[in-house]
């Protein structure tokens, strides 16, 4: 069969790779000059340094199979993800801290030498707000949690910038566990299989396209009358673009980065978190620290700004909160309606989608396919839902 897949991201590249290995002929086109999606990676022209254009991007799963898939790909190289905040203590005063909020956080901002027990009942003892009985809001689930000093140094001023909303605003069930470790753990992910790819992202994504039954075509914007020329398509743009926004817009928020280079080490870490809300920016990347195997003396860094995404912005984070899914529900029985495509990826099923599970969504993309089109039976609009 001659296949369409929309963009070049990871679920563009897994899907048609699967598929072309299996015998199809498979079409790619993406709007951008560039494969790889939002995982891009490019060498800055002026330092040398890889960045990771569109944000940073570690890579972490406990998934074997796609642990494998990667390294089948390129070479991974060990990276733990150490993310630093500069925040306010309790006295007022400014101080850089370790996040995820450690022992070490908490012993540095209230000025302690708490073994792992006793910061445990300090916090849930002595901080927690146990007045609160039912929590309905991330403020409140926070402070239940940790409290109002944890809770302002570290949650509040990030969660205004990220998600342009009071945290009173936003549902409890945004923090679901306890957000504290009590030991000194600072590795941000916890999964069992971690690292970067030696050359980015995009060399690895290249790869993964480069097979003689698979053609790409940058700049190439697709339209869905293009669709009845193909077998099949995979759509992994937004799924009310395929409808032309005909019911309204899902919501996203979008990223604005600024570029600034420096000579030597800005920061001394790759992500510097910013917890206060008078700072407008949520962080600062430097990108070379991403790749500790390699010398830069010039250095990139991004300061990111979080803002609500308009028709023009590339859509970033899904707000998924009840009125976006209200409108959801309407684009996905739309798309049940719809023969011949399947809606993937982050942007295809409205979802925010690390990059493992992005992998293993193509994947199961890919055998159903491989299977329906054996049992002669419709392949769905959706192999991964989106409600
Ligand atoms: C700021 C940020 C940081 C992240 N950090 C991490 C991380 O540290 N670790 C991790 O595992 N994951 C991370 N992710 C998630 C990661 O970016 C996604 O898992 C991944 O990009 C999903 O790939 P995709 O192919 O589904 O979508 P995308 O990468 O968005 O690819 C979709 C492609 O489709 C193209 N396209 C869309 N519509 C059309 C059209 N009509 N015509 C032609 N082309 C079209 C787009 O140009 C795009 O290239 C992060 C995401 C963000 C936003």
Redesign the pocket.
């Known amino acids: 069969m001659h296949i369409l897949l929309?963009?070049?991201?990871?679920?563009?590249?897994?899907i048609g790779r699967h598929l072309a290995e299996a015998g199809h002929r498979i079409t790619i086109?993406?709007?951008?000059d560039?494969?790889?999606?939002?995982?891009?990676t490019e060498r800055d022209a002026e330092t040398g340094v890889m960045v990771?254009v569109?944000?940073?991007?570690?890579?972490?799963?406990d998934d074997a199979e796609v642990w494998d898939y990667v390294n089948r790909f390129e070479t991974f190289q060990p990276y733990k993800?150490r993310v630093k905040t500069t925040s306010r203590d309790p006295q007022g005063e400014l101080g850089v801290f370790s996040l995820p909020v450690n022992l070490h956080t908490i012993n540095q901002f209230f000025r302690k030498t708490l073994r792992p027990d006793e910061a445990r009942a300090f916090i849930t003892e002595e901080q927690a707000d146990t007045t609160i009985a039912d929590p309905q809001t991330f403020e409140e689930q926070a402070l239940r949690f940790v409290g109002r000093d944890l809770y302002e140094a570290f949650f509040k001023g990030y969660t205004i910038k990220q998600w342009g909303v009071q945290p009173s605003a936003l549902p409890a069930s945004i923090l679901k566990r306890l957000p504290v470790r009590f030991n000194y753990d600072d590795n941000y992910f916890f999964h069992r299989f971690q690292g970067m790819p030696e050359n980015g992202y995009t060399a690895m994504i290249e790869r993964i396209l480069d097979h003689p039954a698979i053609e790409v075509r940058l700049g190439?914007?697709?339209?869905r009358d293009q669709a009845g020329a193909y077998d099949h398509v995979f759509?992994?743009?937004?799924l009310d673009?395929?409808f032309d926004y005909e019911l309204g817009r899902l919501g996203y928020r979008t990223?604005d980065f600024e570029r600034f280079s420096y000579q030597g080490d800005y920061q001394g870490c790759a992500v510097m978190n910013y917890g206060e809300v008078e700072v407008p920016y949520t962080r600062i990347t430097e990108h070379k620290h991403f790749a500790p195997w390699e010398s830069h003396e010039g250095s990139v860094c991004y300061r990111?700004f979080s803002r609500a995404c308009e028709p023009e912005d590339?859509?970033?984070?899904p707000i998924r909160q009840v009125e976006e899914k209200a409108l959801l529900a309407e684009y996905v029985a739309r798309a049940e309606a719809e023969p011949g495509v399947t809606f993937?990826?982050?942007?295809?099923t409205y979802r925010?989608?690390?990059?493992?599970?992005?992998i293993r969504e193509?994947l199961d993309a890919a055998r159903a396919f491989l299977t329906h089109a054996q049992e002669g039976t419709a392949m769905p609009a959706f192999v991964a839902a989106p409600l």
């Open positions: 929309v963009g070049a991201g990871l679920s563009g590249a897994v086109v993406d709007a951008r560039h494969v790889a999606g939002n995982c891009h990771h569109y944000g940073p991007h570690i890579f972490h799963t993800n190439t914007q697709f339209s759509y992994s743009g937004p673009g395929w990223l990111e590339i859509p970033y984070y993937v990826g982050r942007l295809g925010y989608l690390d990059m493992d599970v992005t193509a």
